[in-house]
């Protein structure tokens, strides 16, 4: 009986661990009278990084990144982890999309394979509108 409880617990205690916070964490900021915002920056072995803006339903999100290492970006709603919006590693290297819930969104970018467990440093320059 205790073999069988016990995979079904720990795949329990999995489910139920709270998601991962970013490592670094920075606000999205626009120039008055824009609408958009390019960043650079850099992202080394399996960190990962949130960059922060407030954005409002029914508006307008672009984002793209160009990075030198298998490096990706992933979309997340308000809400967070639980609601992710769009995922690079899957869907490609540029989102647009209506948002549908105001609050804060991140965009979280993240290396995967090789790169993150070979502690490789991934150059980005970030692309993020909001309109």
């Keep these: 009986m205790i073999k069988i409880l016990l995979p079904a617990l720990m795949a329990g205690l999995l489910l139920a661990a709270p998601p991962a916070l970013a490592q670094q964490v920075h606000k999205v900021h626009f120039d008055a009278g824009t609408s958009g915002a390019t960043i650079e920056g850099s992202v080394t072995g399996d960190e990962f990084i949130d960059y922060r803006l407030a954005a409002k339903a029914g508006q307008t999100m672009a984002v793209s990144m160009d990075i030198d ?20 590693s899957m869907d490609g290297a ?10 804060v969104y991140a965009v979280r970018i993240y290396q995967m394979g090789a790169d993150a467990d070979e502690n490789v440093t991934g150059h980005f320059k970030l692309a993020v509108a909001v309109e």
């Design 94 to 103: 540029a989102f647009s999309g209506k948002l549908k819930a105001s609050g």
């Design 69 to 88: 290492s298998n490096g990706y970006f992933s979309v997340l709603g308000p809400g967070g982890y639980e609601n992710f919006i769009f995922d690079g």
